[in-house]
């Protein structure tokens, strides 16, 4: 038996983008201007990450407004629960499971 580590999501193996999901995991939801705030991310990069996630599948943003009047919020979907669970049991099982030892092959003199 051949052993491999556990998957882990890459597209959640990002710091801005798992504090961005694991906020929203823990609220209805968020406006974009508080998890700019709580992420201590710049617009720009909240942005792209958000963005992100959405084509993923992960979030839903409705924007309300127009221009510098708009609002924007943000909601975790049902497949972003998902994800989220699948990468934290991910991470589990490769802190828990580890490396299996070698064993030492025996020489034929020994």
């Known amino acids: 038996m051949t052993f491999k580590f ?4 890459p597209l959640l ?3 801005l983008r798992l504090k961005i999901m694991v906020a929203l995991d823990s609220l209805d939801s968020a406006d974009f201007m508080y998890l700019c705030q ?3 991310s710049t ?4 942005s792209v990450q958000i963005k992100t996630l959405q084509e ?3 979030l839903e943003m409705t924007k309300t407004g127009i221009g510098r009047l708009s609002h924007t919020v943000c909601r975790i979907t049902k497949g972003g ?6 990468y934290e049991e991910g991470l ?3 802190f828990t499971q ?3 030892v070698q064993e030492e092959k025996k020489s034929a003199s020994g």
């Open 98 to 100: 580890g490396v299996p």
């Open 13 to 15: 193996h990002n710091e």
């Open 43 to 46: 617009r720009g990069n909240l």
């Open 92 to 94: 589990r099982r490769l």
């Open 38 to 40: 709580i992420t201590d």
């Open 81 to 86: 629960k998902e994800a989220l669970r699948t």
């Open 6 to 9: 556990a998957v882990i999501n």
């Open 56 to 58: 993923a599948g992960y």
